[in-house]
C-alpha cells in the first residue's frame, strides 16, 4: 500500500459543494474520503426541507456529483449501532450503494458485526472501539473499565465477527499489535494531528509518523487537510506533507 492510499480525508464540512471542492483538489493525493454523520444529515436537510421543488432538485444534483465524484474512495462513517436485524438491513443498502467501507459499533454485539460483514458486499467493515474524544476519565465512567481494556476486548469481539478492521485511537496501536489473535485486523486511526497543525476536540492523538511506526494501516485525518493553518497553505500541500512523512516512516518500519 503506498503512502497516500492510507490517507482517508474526513470531509467534516457543512455543505456538499466544500466536500465537491475538497475532492476534486485531493482525489489524486489520497485513498479514500470520509462521509460522516455531520454531512449525511445536513445533505437529508437539503433533500427533504428545500424552499421549493426547484432548490430541491438542485440540491439533488449537487450531492449526486459528489457521490460521483468520490466514486469507489468512499469510506461511510456510519457508526452503525442498532440491533442486528436493522444493521442487516443497512448494510445491504450500502452494500448496493458499493461504498468501499463502512463501520459499525462494537459495543452494539457481536450478531450485529457478523450481520454487517455477511450482508456488505464488497465493502470492508470496521469496528467502532473507544471513540477518540473520550478522555480515560470518561471511557472508565461509560464502559467501568480502562479504554485499553475495553478496546482489547472490542477488538476481540470484531476478529470473532468476522469483520475487516477496527477503528481505534492512536494509543492503542501498540498494545493491539501485541496481540497475535488480532493478526490480519486493519487497524485504522482517526484525527491523526501533524506537529504543525492545532489540536482540536480529539484527546487520544499522535502523528501520522508515530501512528505508522506503531502499527495503523491507514489515519483518518480531517481539519489538518481540509482547514489547514495558514502556514500551511492549501489542504494539497497539507497532504503533500503528511504524505512526505507517512513515507519516512515506512521506510523506517520496512529497516
Not at 432538485?57 to 457521490?67: A, D, G, M, S, Y
Not at 475495553?150 to 476481540?156: L, T
Not at 485511537?169 to 493491539?176: A, G, N, R, T, V
Request: glycine share 6%; charged share 20%; hydrophobic share 45%.
Amino acid at each position: 500500500m503506498k503512502a497516500k492510499d492510507r490517507i482517508i480525508v474526513a470531509l467534516d464540512v457543512d455543505s456538499p459543494e466544500k466536500a465537491i471542492s475538497l475532492v476534486w483538489a485531493l482525489a489524486p493525493y489520497v485513498g479514500c474520503f470520509k462521509i460522516g454523520l455531520q454531512l449525511t444529515y445536513v445533505m437529508l436537510k437539503q433533500m427533504i426541507f428545500p424552499s421549493n421543488e426547484k432548490e430541491a432538485i438542485e440540491n439533488l444534483k449537487t450531492i449526486r456529483q459528489l457521490f460521483s465524484s468520490i466514486g469507489p474512495q468512499l469510506f461511510w462513517d456510519t457508526k452503525l449501532d442498532d440491533i442486528p436485524n436493522t444493521v442487516i438491513g443497512v448494510s445491504q443498502a450500502l452494500a448496493e450503494m458499493r461504498v468501499r467501507m463502512f463501520n459499525i459499533h462494537a459495543s452494539c454485539s457481536i450478531a450485529a458485526m457478523m450481520g454487517a460483514k455477511e450482508n456488505s458486499g464488497n465493502a470492508l467493515v470496521l469496528a467502532v472501539t473507544v471513540l477518540t474524544s473520550l478522555s480515560e476519565e470518561n471511557a472508565y465512567l461509560i464502559f467501568v473499565a480502562p479504554s485499553k481494556a475495553k478496546v482489547i476486548q472490542f477488538a476481540r469481539d470484531a476478529k470473532l465477527a468476522g469483520v475487516d478492521g477496527i477503528v481505534c485511537s492512536p494509543q492503542e496501536l501498540k498494545i493491539l499489535s501485541q496481540q497475535k489473535e488480532l493478526s490480519g485486523l486493519i487497524k485504522v486511526t482517526p484525527d491523526i494531528q501533524p506537529n504543525w497543525s492545532v489540536a482540536g476536540d480529539q484527546k487520544r492523538i499522535t502523528t501520522p509518523a508515530q501512528a505508522i511506526k506503531d502499527g495503523a494501516d491507514c489515519l483518518v485525518i480531517g481539519r489538518p487537510i481540509t482547514n489547514p493553518p495558514e502556514k500551511i497553505g492549501s489542504p494539497v500541500e497539507a497532504v503533500k506533507l503528511i504524505i512526505e512523512e507517512i513515507t519516512l516512516a515506512l521506510k523506517e518500519v520496512r529497516r
